[in-house]
């Protein structure tokens, strides 16, 4: 298991960017792959990136393509989502998770352990 505590929400104007930042307690965090996900009021939670235990590989929702990046540094148990160029349609509350298996993962049932949520809001 491993606990994770998102950072970085808060309030930006359309185009602009925000960083990030997810800390994860124990000493296995390199073991876990690593998802963002979001949700929007009265929606669903969608998947948004994931990056590999390693870092080498990363994973990207068509919706955020092109804009959004994943990253993750092992040795400080962080993994981070830089958004650039963000839209209004980009408000929602983000969690990171973490996903024991290894396996490159869009649905979230395959995440164990989550986040408390940041909120982010994207004026136009």
């Known amino acids: 298991q491993v606990q994770l505590v998102e950072s970085g929400g808060g309030l930006v104007q359309a185009g602009g960017s925000l960083r990030l930042s997810c800390a994860a307690s124990g000493r296995t965090f390199s073991s876990y792959t690593m998802g963002w996900f979001r949700q929007a009021p009265g929606k669903e939670r969608d998947f948004v990136a994931a990056?590999?235990?390693?870092?080498?590989?990363?994973y990207y929702s068509d919706s955020v393509k092109g804009r959004f990046t994943i990253s993750r540094d092992n040795a400080k148990n962080t993994v981070y989502l830089q958004m650039n160029s963000l839209k209004a349609e980009d408000t929602a509350v983000y969690y990171c998770?973490?996903?024991?298996?290894?396996?490159?993962?869009?649905?979230?049932?395959?995440?164990?352990?989550w986040g408390q949520g940041t909120q982010v809001t994207v004026s136009s």
């Open positions: 990056i590999s235990r390693s870092g080498g590989w990363t």
């Open positions: 998770a973490a996903n024991p298996t290894g396996i490159a993962a869009t649905n979230l049932k395959m995440y164990n352990d």
